[in-house]
């Protein structure tokens, strides 16, 4: 048994100080154990095995990072990576054909929170492990879940919101658009946001948005704002930032002024948006680290290694070893110093075209 003394992973980006202190011992066994302990580590396939294509983020930052950490801890590696675009059953077909391809690990964002369970016993029948990455595969036993504290996410909007609507949270109506019913995190979301919010604000009504799909969350919006004649709406509760864009657009052409909405995700589309003041926030997920880390950690499945994780998060299957980031909220004010200054969005992208007078009146240069 090999044991691993006090490593520390520091995971920056942000300021954000996260450090997880691993310590354990490393344990061998089953067709992805090494005793190789080289640089390389031993050539294997890991499957990456995301979600969705509506969300710029996995196609854009999470893929990439991921096959950049491990190509440096593992250059014999292959990354098998597949998107599911929002199909759940498409997964389970990506994730058995990734196995019957020989992968040695899989790390899987799910569709469905519920029904990736049955990837997940498909893949411990095969004694393959699985890392949930970002969402949290529920009813089953994975090997690791690395994602943000998903319950703050919805505080910070919360919290954001009411700070935008100041002395006129009682002079009107918010919507309240949450993420994805089969989503645990978008459950979390409006966990966090309904504990911030509930008492304080009127809600004319709420919605789940199927599949995160920005057309849902806009045709719901154009749908209720007809029934609410006479009802004045201060705000929009958004879970992401695609489904704010959706109530944004839906609002715009109803002829209603801008009101502060809420976001997630700091897509360039929505900073953008938030520096014309047309969206108050969104809340920035380091993806870097996470993606970083969920690589570290295929490449010690991968080694036959299993690092002691900080925390312990429930998915009525069992507690789950569990690193968690903090999330940071985002507005017009914090812009420079947070997605600028940790290089997840260039001045040269955000401040682009019509966007250029609005960057040099946050302070941020193209």
């Not at 089969?182 to 919010?197: R, S």
């Amino acid at each position: 048994m090999r044991v691993l003394t006090n490593i520390a992973v520091r995971l920056t980006g942000l300021g954000l100080g996260v450090t997880l202190a691993v310590s354990g011992c490393g344990l061998t066994g089953g067709p992805a154990a090494s005793t190789s302990d080289t640089a390389d580590g031993p050539a294997a396939r890991v499957a990456l095995l995301l979600p969705d294509l509506t969300a710029s983020r996995y196609e854009a930052a999470d893929q990439p990072y991921f096959a950049q950490r491990l190509k440096e801890l593992c250059p014999g590696c292959t990354v098998d990576y597949r998107n599911a675009a929002q199909d759940a059953a498409k997964q389970l077909e990506q994730a058995e054909d990734a196995l019957d391809k020989g992968a040695k690990v899989l790390v899987l964002t799910p569709v469905d929170s519920a029904a990736a369970a049955k990837i997940a016993t498909i893949a411990k029948d095969r004694n393959v492990p699985v890392i949930s990455y970002d969402r949290l595969v529920l009813n089953a036993a994975v090997d690791y879940y690395i994602s943000f504290d998903n319950a703050k996410v919805g505080d910070l909007q919360a919290k954001a919101l009411l700070d935008a609507l100041g002395s006129d949270a009682g002079s009107g109506d918010i919507l309240w658009i949450n993420g994805s019913p089969t989503d645990n995190n978008a459950t979390l979301f409006k966990q966090g946001a309904h504990a911030g919010l509930d008492g304080k604000v009127k809600i004319a009504g709420e919605y789940d948005t199927i599949d995160w799909n920005p057309d849902n969350a806009r045709a719901w919006t154009a749908k209720t704002l007809g029934k609410l004649s006479g009802r004045k709406i201060i705000g929009v509760y958004a879970a992401n930032d695609g489904t704010a864009g959706g109530a944004i657009a839906a609002m715009r052409a109803a002829g209603l002024p801008d009101v502060p909405v809420t976001g997630q995700d700091a897509e360039t589309a929505a900073l953008q948006r938030i520096l014309a003041g047309e969206q108050y926030m969104t809340v920035y997920k380091a993806i870097r680290p996470q993606a970083e880390k969920a690589a570290e950690l295929a490449n010690d499945l991968l080694r036959g290694q299993r690092p002691q994780a900080p925390a312990g998060v429930d998915n009525h299957a069992g507690k789950i070893p569990s690193f968690l980031l903090d999330p940071v909220a985002v507005t017009r004010d914090n812009i420079a110093d947070t997605v600028i200054k940790d290089g997840f969005v260039t001045p040269g992208s955000l401040c682009a075209g019509n966007y250029a007078q609005a960057c040099k009146a946050a302070g941020i240069g193209g």
